[in-house]
């Protein structure tokens, strides 16, 4: 069996000072086992907790990794999720500004159409007004006309009465009826009630004056006398009549004429 050497020399080594080192490198009984041993309990403590810290981590980088590998996973289903609804809630707002487009357009052309029925009408009612206008103005000129041809007529009927003394003026007594001059107002109130419905209160009430004008002012005038009750002398050559002017028979009328002329 080798032995360490007893004492260390000052004097310098030699190759036959190593052969111990040599041989018990070589030596198969002084080597450490090849296998580990077979349980846990035999291991040193310090290489006990060298091993339980490696398999720990390892187990705790496996862990790891499957959590980032979860949580990957997840991250990549939720953007693909986002994504597709993302592209539905596209479509979606597409299809809904179509429809809305579409039934704007429905309605403006709903729209169009009934304003285009509307002005029909009215422009139909304004015609029937102006042609209903018209027609008012036609009666009640047709109206006027009858008054005045009925008043001129009434006027015109008169009675000639001569007297047998002759002087050297001659009187002319006009005297208008006035159941005639009640008849005339009425008939004239008549009138401008219709021009007032045709053409409305000022072109009314300008007909009016014109009518009155022509009733009171001018039939007067062509029958000799202003005033209902005035004289007015005439000058006939050699003769003088009194001429009064009422309601009197034609036949009367025509003497009367015939005596004139006489």
């Not at 590998?69 to 693909?80: E, M, P």
């Amino acid at each position: 069996m080798n032995s360490f050497p007893t004492a260390a020399t000052t004097q310098p080594l030699l190759e036959d000072d190593f052969s111990f080192y040599i041989s018990f490198f070589q030596d198969d009984s002084a080597a450490p086992p090849a296998s580990p041993p077979t349980s846990i309990s035999d291991m040193p403590k310090g290489r006990r907790r060298r091993e339980a810290g490696a398999s720990a981590s390892g187990e705790e980088r496996r862990k790891k990794r499957k959590t980032i590998a979860n949580l990957l996973t997840s991250i990549a289903a939720i953007d693909a999720q986002d994504e597709s609804e993302r592209r539905e809630s596209d479509e979606d707002s597409r299809r809904e500004l179509s429809l809305l487009e579409e039934n704007h357009h429905r309605k403006a052309e709903v729209m169009l159409d009934y304003y285009s029925r509307l002005e029909d009408n009215f422009s139909a009612l304004d015609d029937d007004a102006d042609t209903l206008r018209s027609k008012r103005v036609r009666v009640a000129a047709s109206a006027v006309a009858a008054a005045a041809a009925a008043a001129s007529a009434s006027d015109c009927k008169a009675r000639l009465v001569v007297p047998n003394d002759r002087k050297n003026s001659v009187s002319r007594d006009v005297k208008l009826n006035l159941s005639e001059r009640w008849m005339r107002t009425s008939l004239l109130m008549c009138v401008s009630a219709q021009l007032l419905k045709g053409y409305g209160s000022s072109f009314g009430a300008v007909a009016t004056l014109i009518v009155l004008t022509l009733v009171c002012e001018v039939l007067p005038k062509e029958l000799g006398s202003t005033q209902p009750s005035q004289d007015v002398g005439i000058i006939w050559p050699k003769k003088r009549y009194k001429v009064v002017v009422k309601r009197a028979p034609h036949f009367l009328r025509r003497r009367s004429e015939e005596s004139i002329v006489s």
